[in-house]
T-cell receptor, first 111, second 114 residues
Framework: DAKTTQPPSMDCAEGRAANLPCNHSTISGNEYVYWYRQIHSQGPQYIIHGLKNNETNEMASLIITEDRKSSTLILPHATLRDTAVYYCIVRASYTGNQFYFGTGTSLTVIP | ETGVTQTPRHLVMGMTNKKSLKCEQHLGHNAMYWYKQSAKKPLELMFVYSLEERVENNSVPSRFSPECPNSSHLFLHLHTLQPEDSALYLC?????????????FGPGTRLTVT
């Protein structure tokens, strides 16, 4: 599975959009981009995933560049409850069932 | 509430004890997982049960023994643990299918080995 690079930490003002970047320059054509988040001492929570088209659900939007080498998770109106570590994971659908979680981005939403 | 429950939520055990962690998923999924998360470290995959077949991470010590009696239940049996085994143990489930399969995690069991 392709390696991902994320900034270790970010701040965002409450009510503003939080844009979390992820680089995955070695991604291959059959690999999906997944985003999870983990609030302190809880289990990770699935947010969204995509292959090459932009995706949106009730939690967030996922923007994938045309060359698929990077993506951005957008939380449109950040709240204090969005403070968490956000993980970007790239994996192929056929490779077993493993997700490799890195160190992620620690997002702090500031009142 | 993700549809994945874990018990107990907290466990303190001595190095000579034997205990078991339980996970149950109510999502109709066909794959279940155990992860370990030590302080300030990334999640580490320990075991995968997919379609009732076990896939192991070869670095997991034998003092951890998984059991998957059916597609909804997963256990992690613990014996003669070490203090460095203290961690958050997370269970997850997913539905293997074409086109990606997101995993849903339980709340975890916080284990302390004394």
């Amino acid at each position: 599975d392709a390696k991902t690079t994320q900034p270790p930490s970010m701040d965002c003002a409450e009510g503003r959009a939080a844009n979390l970047p992820c680089n995955h320059s070695t991604i291959s054509g059959n690999e999906y981009v997944y985003w999870y988040r983990q609030i302190h001492s809880q289990g990770p929570q699935y947010i969204i995933h995509g292959l090459k088209n932009n995706e949106t659900n009730e939690m967030a939007s996922l923007i994938i560049t045309e060359d698929r080498k990077s993506s951005t998770l957008i939380l449109p109106h950040a709240t204090l409850r969005d403070t968490a570590v956000y993980y970007c994971i790239v994996r192929a659908s056929y490779t077993g069932n493993q997700f490799y979680f890195g160190t992620g981005t620690s997002l702090t939403v500031i009142p | 509430e993700t549809g994945v429950t874990q018990t107990p939520r907290h466990l303190v055990m001595g190095m000579t004890n034997k205990k078991s962690l339980k996970c149950e998923q109510h999502l109709g999924h066909n794959a279940m997982y155990w992860y370990k998360q030590s302080a300030k470290k990334p999640l580490e995959l320990m075991f995968v049960y997919s379609l009732e077949e076990r896939v192991e991470n070869n670095s997991v010590p034998s003092r951890f023994s998984p059991e998957c009696p059916n597609s909804s239940h997963l256990f992690l049996h613990l014996h003669t643990l070490q203090p460095e085994d203290s961690a958050l143990y997370l269970c997850a489930s997913s539905q293997r299918r074409t086109g990606g399969h997101e995993q849903y995690f339980g709340p975890g069991t916080r284990l302390t080995v004394t």
